[in-house]
């Protein structure tokens, strides 16, 4: 089965171009992001020490992480509870990068993401999807963008589901999340030897598709 990986820096456009390709293409999309945030939350509603592997083990055991396809979208469930706008908030994207470097939970996260994806073409987005989840994936996209750009379009998306947050907040966050992926030693965020890059500072959501589309076209010959 096809397997597409778009891997990237914090808020650069990632799940908008995924989202909209798996469409393009019939295929399903998962945000693997939404997974580490979804266990971050259920760390933070369980005082889980994050230096404690024996708790963090216990309670990854209790952690099931789902989608389902609302009319309004993907939704991101928590043992079965809709925590799709919980886990955008900042409280959350302040946390999960720490949590994201604890291999316990990269290995469960990473088991996870292929069940989901078995027997049917993928676009999944994230840090690792090139390098470590889909090794083989057809195509491999690394997204970048300007910091300027970033932070703008976060904080549109932020004010779109009624969160109000400053700049610098964000641009604090993004930095700091970038460093923290970037630097882990478990699966660090690094473009794939062979993943094609795509600045989309100046792209609009249709152009980055059409770009999106025309390579995975030439690469599967599906179209
Ligand atoms: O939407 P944004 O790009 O800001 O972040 P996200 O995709 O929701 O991912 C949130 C965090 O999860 C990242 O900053 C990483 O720390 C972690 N992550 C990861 O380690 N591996 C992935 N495949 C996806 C996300």
């Known amino acids: 089965m096809v397997q597409i990986a778009i891997d990237g820096h914090s808020s650069c456009g990632k799940s908008t171009l995924a989202r909209a390709l798996a469409q393009e293409l019939a295929f399903i999309y998962i945000d693997s992001g939404a997974m580490y945030r979804a266990v971050t939350l259920f760390f933070l509603e369980n005082n889980v020490d994050f230096f404690n592997h024996h708790q963090i083990q216990e309670y990854l055991a209790k952690t099931e992480v ?12 928590l043992n079965g509870r ?9 409280e959350i994207a302040a946390r999960v990068s720490p949590v994201a470097t604890i291999p316990e939970v990269r290995r469960k996260m990473v088991q996870r993401q292929r069940e989901l994806a078995q027997n049917q073409g993928v676009v999944m987005d994230g840090r690792d999807i090139g390098t470590v989840v889909f090794p083989h994936a ?3 996209i ?39 992926d ?16 795509i600045d989309n500072s100046n792209l609009s959501p249709e152009e980055q598709l059409a770009i999106g589309v025309l390579l995975a076209s030439s690469r599967m010959k599906i179209i």
Do not use: C, W
């Open 138 to 140: 057809e195509l491999k």
């Open 182 to 197: 970037s630097t882990r030693s478990d699966s660090p965020l690094m473009k794939a030897p062979d993943a094609i890059v």
């Open 82 to 90: 809709d925590v799709e706008e919980r886990i955008r908030e900042m």
């Open 66 to 77: 789902d989608f389902v396809l609302a009319p309004s979208g993907n939704r991101t469930l």
């Open 142 to 180: 690394f997204l970048t963008a300007t910091v300027e750009r970033r932070v703008e379009r976060r904080q549109l998306q932020l004010l779109k589901l009624g969160m109000v947050v400053d700049y610098e907040e964000i641009l604090h966050n993004l930095y700091e999340r970038d460093y923290i």
